[in-house]
């Protein structure tokens, strides 16, 4: 049976493989395909709510919940429920990652002006979605723009 820790410790190499394409291969067919098309989030997704479900459905935490911090801490001392809450910050961030990669191309953003938005996404996902949010406005190259 898979614990929370080797499905942990599958889930962020594969996220990683992403992050890579991404970082070092942003115009790879194989990039396109497996991160740039949505495929690898959505698996990553999928992987999300089947972790989610067991948690509510076989382990439910007792005195978790939505509705105060004290709630949502009770949840994630359950490690399925930790382990879903991680995946779901891989799925999310490389889906803004891949996000801004398709629009820096689009907009004629040089890959080098994205990488660091790229590696502050990774690390620090919100940071890393501001951080782009000022690039693409001051240095993409305005005859690429919507092009």
């Known amino acids: 049976m898979l614990t929370p820790d080797a499905l942990f410790s599958l889930a962020n190499p594969l996220a990683m493989v992403g992050w890579g394409l991404l970082i070092l291969a942003p115009r790879w067919r194989v990039t396109r395909a497996v991160v740039l098309s949505g495929a690898l989030p959505l698996l990553l997704a999928a992987t999300y709510v089947v972790l989610i479900g067991y948690q509510t459905l076989v382990h439910p935490a007792p005195g978790a919940g939505f509705g105060s911090l004290g709630e949502v801490a009770a949840l994630f001392k359950q490690p399925w429920a930790l382990l879903a809450g991680w995946v779901h910050y891989l799925c999310f ?14 907009r004629g953003v040089p890959h080098w002006a994205l990488v660091p938005c790229l590696l502050a996404t990774f690390m620090l996902g919100p940071l890393g979605l501001l951080l782009y949010s000022g ?13």
């Open 135 to 147: 690039v693409r406005r001051w240095v993409a190259r305005p005859a690429a723009a919507l092009a």
């Open 93 to 106: 961030d490389l889906v803004v990652g891949a996000w801004e990669t398709r629009d820096a191309q689009r």
